[in-house]
């Protein structure tokens, strides 16, 4: 179908069906255009060889036939740029679901691993400060004194998400740039150092459901860094996990810190 | 230009002029300075004044007024890309998604 | 060199109304506009982005009357600079000398004191690391500092050994002043932004 | 290349025989100079493709040991001949940097530009002999620094051509020589394009007019203006990366990094990218750069062989300048994934879009050549016929990347890698082979072997296409590019992972496709059939002189009587009219409607 170009991976996010479409209509005009064109060169190829044709005619083709093609090509091409691109693009980056009915996320980059990090049933991200960092017990470097990241949940390489239900994930770096790839969600967002980007997407289909639908009980999303980062570029893959809302909040709970876990930091 | 068509000595009373006016807009911009102004005035004050000492060097002492269209071509191009590279990057910063 | 002589090399092209230096050097200056444009830019962007209250205010750091002074010192040489040119075009080889030589001293001068000024930051512990005012300060005018350099290197060629052409070919002599004035005039030109940029704001 | 002498013992006693120091190293002659860049960047292009046919291994058959040359790189690099990440990363960004800057560049300007253009302007030389040497020494140099920069410490530099920073800023030594390497091909390059400039502008023969250059001319000439003012950002970037390597300012690096658990000690308060910026604002320009020398002698080709005026000429000149001015202001559509908005997002994606049209109208105007022609399959001819498909793949599937939304999923994958490579490998390097085959006989006074030719053509033709085409699937796939182990480790790779044996193998094979034309290129010096001045019936000046020129160019200082591509007038019964010759029908009146210069106010 026309709305769908083939060796994409399954979409499973909302937005994703919209950007597919785009990328098969310019792909089907592109595709379209070398085929016309490779056919009529290979037709001119044929019919004026020198064999065939020993003469040559001084001045060639007559008509302005080509300035009319290229009219439409540029016509196609503002068609899609004014119509599809650009709106996308916007509602991407400006329209973002208002937080209180969205889950709202932090990843933090680092050569080479996606920190997560969850705000904890208050809904407030505890304070950070580089000098807190520790590789080991406190890699996003969390205030200890700070009341609001007393419940806050931190994985490394792991992001759980309720399905059909807007997510937006605050995307920073702690070193050099990487990128957020979800191949399955169509989104992809360099994170900067120095700066804290959001982006946002709803996924419509849990890892178990694609599971099914792939037969493979494998099946997982991946957060794969398109940016070049360093000599682990390569291995700097995370995990997305998409589940019921009732599976999401189990395993937000499984993984809620337990009393003293603000002391454990510093043992 | 060629050492016929010009009247030398009219030039160097020009110079002298330029030279005056250049050390005369020196003292008026660190004068400018000492007035406590707001950081965007100062800033406009301060490169328009810039660009009139610049344009008085390019006009009179490099010869620009009476140049060939065709430095003049180069040189607005010049300008115009120098304005891109200015304005591109700040233009893409002030629309930056995200703090 | 080459069996056939490259025309233009002297005397102008009548369509274009330019010899060969002449357009030479334009172009190469306005690549030299690019380069200290980026860097201009970069300052802009720079400062811009900066959190309130963490650029310093150029005066606060450095040394104004000084670079007053040397600002006056380098549009003093773009004069004595066009005097040594306009000296030749009036076949005044004494004069060419003095002006000539003027130049290429007022181009110590500039050295010189900015070399005191980078001395000064330098026992205060300040230095390019220190903040980034300083390091495009000092990348700009470092970076300067070397075109001056350079023009003063022609500068000097053409009152000393390069002189010689005076005899030989003075018509070729004056487009070379002419064109190592047009440098030595943009090196003036570039100063005259950094001077505010730098040091006022 | 062969002595003059042996040509033209005329020249004898106008000058004796300099040293061979003076000759073939210090020489000032554009001829001499043109072909010392030949050598170079060939040599360099060969290198680069070693350096990737290496990657090529690990991306086949990732972490298994590389047999035989493996254990010869030293264990710093494939320890046990297994290619270590860091190396594998050495090898793409000195891959990237070396094709572009030390291979292509220096070929498509540095050695075409410098050999034909002041012969197809009717010139003696170029306008700054001695600026054009040391433009080729500081060139040789910057080279010398980059290949030296394998053995750094740390080894080369390895965050990619692009060098983003805070990456290249931490990284090692070798990307200190990286900046250095490239602060020298700048300045190199910009010694080249004033010269070529000045050159155009002021050393036309009588009678050449603007509207009667060689389209290859136009071309040098807006690549030139690219080169000129396009660079010079990227050297203060350059200056501004290196001091915060070396002077530990932080113009990149902004406050409260943490690498590998320490915080990083600078002052911090810097932007990564204005690096980006920088960067693109030269890089865009420069993969014009890459191609527009390319078109130009694609176009002299297709003249050529198709026996008669190009299609559209007017159009193409104005294309060319189109795309030129508008290359300045495309950069940021590799910044789409920095987090642009919408409007700044919007302004690059247009321009992006219509920078495409005039692309359309140089290949429609190439193509629609054909028409009407009497085309001959010579060698030159077959690898310029490639060409226009392969750059239209290239280009067709640059507009993807250009609609922001569709580049969302493509961005950072092989699919970009396919884009690029099908403009600059199967696109510019077949252009550059067309080159070569073409104007090797006015260089050396010999044909390259057709038969060895199409030897060359066919093979590499075929696993062009056989390396580049499966990129984009697995682009579509979502496979990033820079990845040591080809994607291996990932689920949404394994469909489209078994094209990396392939592509390699298409890699290796066009390797080996090459060896019939270094056979050919070397052969041919001595035993390639004689020429005389114009062995293609070309119309251009460049035929006018002697095979090879000697010093000066042209016994006679050529006189131009009109367009370049008179091919196939009508009512002659040779089938081409060269610019130099006064026509049939009264060669005095032509001689008196040549256009005088009209004096510049
Ligand atoms: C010579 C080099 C060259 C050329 C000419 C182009 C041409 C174009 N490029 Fe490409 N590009 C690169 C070299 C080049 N590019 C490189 C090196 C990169 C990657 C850098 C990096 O990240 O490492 C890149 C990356 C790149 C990106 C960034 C992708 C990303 O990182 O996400 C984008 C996005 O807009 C883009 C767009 C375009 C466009 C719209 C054109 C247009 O100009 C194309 C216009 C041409 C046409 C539209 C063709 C017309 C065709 C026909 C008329 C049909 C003919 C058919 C037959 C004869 C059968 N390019
Ligand atoms: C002009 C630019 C150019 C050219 C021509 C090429 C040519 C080739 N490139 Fe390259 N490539 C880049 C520019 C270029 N590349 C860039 C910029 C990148 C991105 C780097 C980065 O990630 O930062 C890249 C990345 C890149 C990758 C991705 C690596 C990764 O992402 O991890 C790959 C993978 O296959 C690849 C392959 C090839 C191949 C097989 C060729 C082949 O087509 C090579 C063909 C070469 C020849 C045919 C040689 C001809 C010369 C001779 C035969 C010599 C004869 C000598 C004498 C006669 C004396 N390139
Ligand atoms: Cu992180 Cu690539
Ligand atoms: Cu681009």
Redesign the interface.
């Known amino acids: 179908m026309l709305s769908a170009?083939?060796?994409?991976?399954e979409v499973a996010s909302a937005h994703g069906a919209e950007?597919?479409a785009?990328?098969a209509y310019?792909?089907w005009?592109?595709l379209a255009?070398?085929v016309a064109?490779?056919l009529?060169?290979v037709y001119?190829?044929v019919r004026?060889?020198?064999r065939r044709?020993?003469?040559?005619?001084?001045?060639?083709?007559r008509t302005k036939a080509?300035s009319y093609?290229?009219v439409g090509?540029?016509l196609a091409?503002?068609v899609?740029?004014v119509g599809?691109?650009?709106p996308?693009?916007?509602a991407?980056?400006?329209d973002f679901p208002d937080e209180s009915e969205a889950t709202v996320v932090r990843v933090v980059g680092?050569?080479f691993a996606w920190n997560v990090h969850y705000p904890g049933p208050d809904g407030l991200f505890g304070s950070a400060d580089?000098?807190l960092?520790?590789?080991q017990s406190n890699p996003l470097?969390l205030d200890p004194n700070d009341p609001a990241g007393d419940d806050d949940i931190v994985t490394i390489n792991d992001l759980h998400l309720p399905v059909d239900k807007p997510a937006i994930v605050?995307?920073s770096s702690?070193?050099?740039?990487h990128?957020f790839?979800l191949?399955?969600f169509?989104?992809?967002?360099?994170t900067?150092?120095?700066?804290?980007?959001?982006v946002h997407f709803i996924p419509t289909v849990t890892t178990a459901e694609m599971r099914e639908r792939k037969n493979d009980p494998e099946?997982?999303y991946?957060i794969?860094?398109?940016?070049?980062?360093?000599?682990?570029?390569?291995?700097m893959?995370g995990f997305v996990t998409i589940d019921t809302q009732a599976g999401f909040d189990a395993w937000l709970a499984s993984r809620a810190p337990s009393e003293d876990a603000g002391d454990s930091f510093w043992q | 230009m060629s050492a016929h068509d010009v009247d030398v000595d009219k030039h160097v009373r020009t110079y002298i002029i330029v030279f005056v006016s250049l050390l005369a807009l020196t003292l008026v911009t660190v004068a400018i300075s000492y007035l406590e102004m707001t950081t965007g005035p100062a800033v406009a004050l301060a490169l328009l004044v810039a660009t009139v000492k610049a344009s008085l060097v390019a006009c009179f002492f490099m010869h620009l007024i009476s140049e060939r269209k065709l430095i003049y071509l180069v040189l607005g191009f010049t300008v115009l890309f120098f304005l891109f590279v200015l304005l591109g990057p700040l233009a893409t910063e002030a629309n930056?998604?995200?703090? | 060199m080459s069996v056939t002589a490259i025309p233009y090399t002297v005397e102008p092209r009548p369509d274009t109304g330019l010899n060969n230096v002449k357009l030479g050097i334009w172009l190469f200056l306005a690549s030299e506009v690019m380069l200290f444009g980026a860097l201009f830019a970069s300052y802009i962007l720079l400062r811009v982005g900066a959190d309130a209250g963490t650029w310093p205010r150029g005066d606060s750091i450095l040394n104004v009357p000084l670079a007053t002074l040397n600002t006056a010192v380098l549009i003093t040489s773009s004069v004595t600079m066009v005097m040594a040119w306009a000296s030749c075009m009036r076949r005044d080889f004494g004069k060419f000398r003095l002006y000539q030589g003027l130049t290429v001293l007022a181009g110590f001068v500039f050295l010189g004191i900015k070399y005191v000024e980078y001395t000064s930051k330098f026992h205060h512990d300040l230095f390019p690391s220190t903040s980034t005012f300083l390091a495009i300060y000092f990348t700009l005018t470092g970076l300067h500092a070397l075109h001056v350099i350079g023009g003063m290197a022609y500068n000097a060629y053409l009152w000393g050994p390069g002189a010689r052409m005076w005899k030989s070919d003075l018509e070729q002599f004056t487009n070379r002043v002419e064109a190592s004035g047009l440098f030595w005039h943009f090196v003036d030109l570039v100063w005259i932004f950094l001077f505010p940029i730098l040091y006022l704001l | 290349m062969t002595d003059h002498a042996a040509h033209h013992p005329a020249e004898e006693h106008h000058h004796p025989e300099p040293g061979f120091l003076r000759k073939y190293w210090f020489s000032v002659d554009h001829k001499v100079i043109g072909i010392q860049y030949g050598i170079t960047s060939l040599l360099f292009l060969f290198f680069g493709f070693s350096l990737m046919m290496l990657m090529r291994w690990q991306l086949a058959y990732p972490g298994e040991p590389l047999p035989l040359i493996g254990n010869l790189l030293g264990a710093s690099r494939m320890p046990g001949g297994v290619m270590?990440?860091?190396f594998y990363?050495q090898l793409g960004a000195m891959h990237g940097t070396i094709m572009v800057f030390l291979g292509v560049v220096p070929l498509a300007v540095g050695a075409f530009g410098n050999y034909v253009v002041p012969l197809q302007i009717g010139a003696p030389d170029m306008a700054f002999p001695r600026l054009n040497m040391a433009s080729y020494h500081v060139y040789f140099w910057g080279a010398v620094i980059f290949v030296a920069s394998f053995f750094a410490p740390g080894g080369a530099a390895?965050?990619?051509w692009t060098s983003?920073s805070?990456?290249a800023d931490?990284a090692p030594t070798g990307q200190t020589m990286w900046l250095i390497g490239m602060i020298f091909l700048i300045t190199s390059s910009l010694l080249g394009s004033i010269n070529f400039i000045t050159t155009i502008i002021q050393l036309r023969a009588p009678g050449l007019t603007f509207m009667r250059l060689p389209f290859f001319v136009w071309a040098q000439f807006v690549t030139a203006f690219l080169l000129l003012l396009a660079f010079p950002p990227l050297e203060a970037a350059s200056v501004m990366q290196l001091m915060d390597r070396v002077a530990g300012t932080s113009f990149f690096l902004?406050?409260?990094?943490?690498?590998?658990?320490q915080?990083?000690e600078v002052s911090g308060g810097g932007?990564?990218?204005l690096w980006q910026h920088l960067f693109w604002f030269l890089a865009h320009p420069e993969v014009y750069v890459l191609i527009l020398p390319a078109l130009g002698i694609i176009a002299e080709v297709v003249a050529n062989n198709?026996?008669?005026?190009l299609?559209g000429y007017k159009a193409l000149v104005w294309s060319v300048l189109g795309i030129g001015f508008l290359s300045f202001v495309v950069w940021a559509h590799h910044m789409f994934?920095?987090?642009?908005?919408?409007v700044m997002?919007?302004f690059f994606?247009?321009t992006t879009?219509i920078i495409?049209?005039p692309s359309?109208?140089i290949l429609?105007?190439l193509?629609?050549?054909?028409?009407?022609?009497?085309?001959?399959?010579t060698t030159p001819m077959l690898f310029a016929?490639a060409f226009?498909?392969m750059f239209?793949?290239g280009g067709?599937?640059g507009?993807?990347l250009g609609?922001?939304?569709?580049d969302?999923?493509?961005?950072?994958?092989y699919y970009v890698i396919g884009h690029f490579h099908y403009v600059v490998a199967p696109g510019t390097l077949f252009a550059l082979f067309a080159g070569i085959y073409y104007w090797y006989p006015k260089a050396t006074g010999r044909h390259l072997s057709d038969t060895l030719g199409k030897l060359h053509f066919w093979p590499s033709l075929l696993f062009m296409n056989g390396i580049f085409f499966p990129m984009?699937?697995q682009g579509?796939?979502?496979v990033?590019?820079?990845?040591?182990?080809g994607g291996e480790?990932?689920?949404?790779a394994q469909d489209?992972l078994w094209m990396n044996d392939v592509m390699s193998w298409s890699a290796w094979g066009l390797g080996l496709s090459q060896i019939p034309f270094i056979v050919n290129f070397f052969l041919s010096m001595k035993r390639g059939r004689q020429v005389t001045e114009n062995p293609w019936q070309a119309t251009t000046l460049e035929w006018a002189a002697p095979s090879p020129p000697p010093h000066g160019n042209f016994p006679v200082p050529p006189v131009v009587y009109r367009s370049p591509y008179e091919?196939?007038?009508?009512g002659m019964e040779r089938?081409f009219l060269p610019q130099f010759e006064a026509g049939p029908s009264d060669p005095e009146a032509e001689r008196a409607a040549i256009p005088q210069p009209v004096p510049a106010e």
Not at chain 4, 337 to 342: A, D, P, Q
Not at chain 4, 489 to 492: A, I, K, L, N
């Open positions: 170009f083939p060796f994409m991976p950007l597919d785009l990328s310019i792909h005009l592109v255009l070398f064109w490779g009529f060169f001119l190829l004026y060889r020198g044709n020993p003469a040559a005619d001084y001045y060639g083709l080509s093609a290229e090509v540029a091409e503002a899609l740029l599809f691109s650009i996308l693009w916007s991407r980056v400006d680092e050569q580089v000098h960092v520790d590789v470097g605050y995307l702690k070193d050099v740039i990128s790839g191949p399955e169509r989104v992809k967002q360099d900067i150092p120095g700066l804290v980007i959001p099946f997982t991946e794969a860094c398109a940016q070049l980062c360093g000599l682990g570029h390569y291995r893959k | 930056q998604v995200g703090v | 270590l990440p860091e990363n390895q965050s990619g983003y805070p990456l931490i902004p406050s409260g990094l943490v690498v590998s658990g915080v990083l932007s990564p990218l198709t026996r008669k005026p299609w994934m920095t987090g642009m908005g919408t997002n919007a994606q247009t879009m495409s049209i359309v109208v429609s105007a193509i629609l050549s054909l028409w009407g022609a009497s085309i001959r399959f016929l226009l498909p239209g793949i067709l599937t507009l993807p609609l922001s939304s569709a969302i999923h493509l961005h950072d994958t984009f699937f579509l796939a979502g990033s590019r820079r990845l040591w182990d480790s990932y689920r949404h489209v091919y196939s007038v009508p089938d």
